[in-house]
T-cell receptor, first 111, second 115 residues
Framework: GQNIDQPTEMTATEGAIVQINCTYQTSGFNGLFWYQQHAGEAPTFLSYNVLDGLEEKGRFSSFLSRSKGYSYLLLKELQMKDSASYLCAVHASGGSYIPTFGRGTSLIVHP | ETGVTQTPRHLVMGMTNKKSLKCEQH?????MYWYKQSAKKPLELMFV???????ENNSVPSRFSPECPNSSHLFLHLHTLQPEDSALYLCASSQEPNRGYTEAFFGQGTRLTVV
């Protein structure tokens, strides 16, 4: 089975940097997804990490350490529109190709 | 606007009603999924269809019945639901196999309330 843990809620100030952590335990690992979900809307794909290291995409970066079972999503120059839920999902090997999601981290950005 | 469309967006039904949720994807994908999203809980996978065949059913109660008539359409038939089934039901699609991983595209969901 898989166990995915991320903080329930975080708050940050507009213009700041925030790091959302995700730890996982899984038997077999193929990769890790981050999705963003605004209230009442569909989750949208942000990133996929399969190798250790940092992947940068504009203001958003995602980091993975396979040996530690750890990932984080880094959001820079925060904007009010970044207030959303951020979902970590693990793609495990050995059978189903479907990712398993964590509970999500609700990020609130205030002025 | 997403490539995955769900209808209706909101649904209120009684415990004795029968209703259906509809999902349509315009992305040419060959796999479709139903997820349930309840407050404070992770997204729960309910059903997976790949190439129109059901490949996974995570012990979902029989009061939920999926149907996938073709690769573009997916239904979730509901009957005799319970109040605890109230949740956001999300449909997603992806292309399998795809570069070794699955990037799922989600619809905006149907907010279901069972009274």
């Amino acid at each position: 089975g898989q166990n995915i843990d991320q903080p329930t809620e975080m708050t940050a100030t507009e213009g700041a940097i925030v790091q959302i952590n995700c730890t996982y335990q899984t038997s077999g690992f193929n990769g890790l997804f981050w999705y963003q979900q605004h209230a009442g809307e569909a989750p949208t794909f942000l990133s996929y990490n399969v190798l250790d290291g940092l992947e940068e995409k504009g203001r958003f970066s995602s980091f993975l350490s396979r040996s530690k079972g750890y990932s984080y999503l880094l959001l820079k120059e925060l904007q009010m529109k970044d207030s959303a839920s951020y979902l970590c999902a693990v793609h495990a090997s050995g059978g189903s190709y479907i990712p398993t999601f964590g509970r999500g981290t609700s990020l609130i950005v205030h002025p | 606007e997403t490539g995955v469309t769900q209808t209706p967006r909101h649904l209120v039904m009684g415990m004795t009603n029968k209703k259906s949720l509809k999902c349509e994807q315009h992305l040419g994908h060959n796999a479709m999924y139903w997820y349930k999203q309840s407050a404070k809980k992770p997204l729960e996978l309910m059903f997976v269809y790949s190439l129109e065949e059901r490949v996974e059913n995570n012990s979902v109660p029989s009061r939920f019945s999926p149907e996938c008539p073709n690769s573009s359409h997916l239904f979730l038939h509901l009957h005799t639901l319970q109040p605890e089934d109230s949740a956001l039901y999300l449909c997603a699609s992806s292309q399998e196999p795809n570069r070794g991983y699955t990037e799922a595209f989600f619809g905006q969901g149907t907010r279901l309330t069972v009274v």
